[in-house]
């Protein structure tokens, strides 16, 4: 009777993955208290600005952002045939599309109602860009690989090169994120820590997914 033995990529992937399930969840956790117990909570219909814009980080580390990572190892993580890891991947990216819809209008909300300029940071040009492109690879993807498809030959040449895109769009919400958290770092403190330990657990969450997906696994 054969023995599987397991390659060390494997062993590599395999604590990525669990890695990253940890960081995700911890930076959610962090988030939650940041926008809760020091941002008072959120309320995308409220009369005060702040509560408004808490809607923005909220959605977009939860959703947008968690969202798309897991979406991204759903091929590592989901022991199922490839067709349904392909409409589970699809469809964590489309609700991750949709809450990042709501981010973005949070903010744009919040800018409104606070009278402050729209698209002036780095970290608000960085966000158009990454939504944008992600939009139009959701699309890409969807009329590519699952309706109407391409022709399997196209399929095949076109996949590295949506695997690549993908993980450098996922790699840009981080690098946005990371933005979005330095311009509300304040004076040192309780708040300003869990700030920055959130940046800090999207920054690992961001390099367990890299290495889960970049590294073959032999029974994926």
């Given at each position: 009777m054969a023995l599987f033995v397991r390659s060390p990529a494997d062993i590599v992937v395999s604590y990525a993955t669990m890695a990253a399930h940890v960081f995700a969840l911890t930076a959610a956790i962090l988030m939650l208290v940041w926008v809760l117990h020091f941002g008072g909570g959120v309320n995308l219909h409220s009369d005060n600005p702040d509560l408004v814009f808490n809607v923005h980080p909220l959605v977009m580390c939860l959703g947008f952002i968690i969202f798309i990572g897991e979406g991204v190892m759903v091929y590592k993580t989901v022991r199922l045939e490839k067709k349904v890891q392909k409409f589970i991947h699809m469809m964590l990216h489309l609700v991750a599309l949709t809450l990042g819809i709501l981010g973005v209008y949070a903010a744009f909300k919040y800018h409104?109602?606070?009278?402050?300029?729209?698209?002036?940071?780095?970290?608000?040009?960085?966000?158009?860009?990454?939504?944008?492109?992600?939009?139009?690879?959701?699309?890409?993807?969807?009329?590519?690989?699952?309706?109407?498809?391409?022709?399997?030959?196209?399929?095949?040449?076109?996949?590295?090169?949506?695997?690549?895109?993908?993980?450098?769009?996922?790699?840009?919400?981080?690098?946005?994120?990371?933005?979005?958290?330095?311009?509300?770092?304040?004076?040192?403190?309780?708040?300003?820590?869990?700030?920055?330990?959130?940046?800090?657990?999207?920054?690992?969450?961001?390099?367990?997914?890299?290495?889960?997906?970049g590294l073959p696994r032999a029974f994926s």
């Open positions: 409104k109602e606070s009278e402050a300029p729209d698209m002036v940071s780095l970290h608000s040009w960085l966000g158009m860009c990454t939504i944008c492109l992600f939009g139009l690879q959701w699309l890409f993807a969807f009329f590519f690989f699952w309706f109407p498809r391409a022709p399997l030959r196209t399929r095949d040449m076109m996949s590295p090169l949506h695997a690549s895109a993908g993980l450098a769009i996922f790699l840009m919400t981080i690098c946005t994120a990371e933005t979005g958290l330095m311009e509300k770092s304040g004076l040192p403190g309780s708040e300003t820590r869990v700030i920055n330990f959130t940046g800090l657990f999207l920054l690992l969450f961001g390099i367990a997914v890299s290495i889960s997906v």
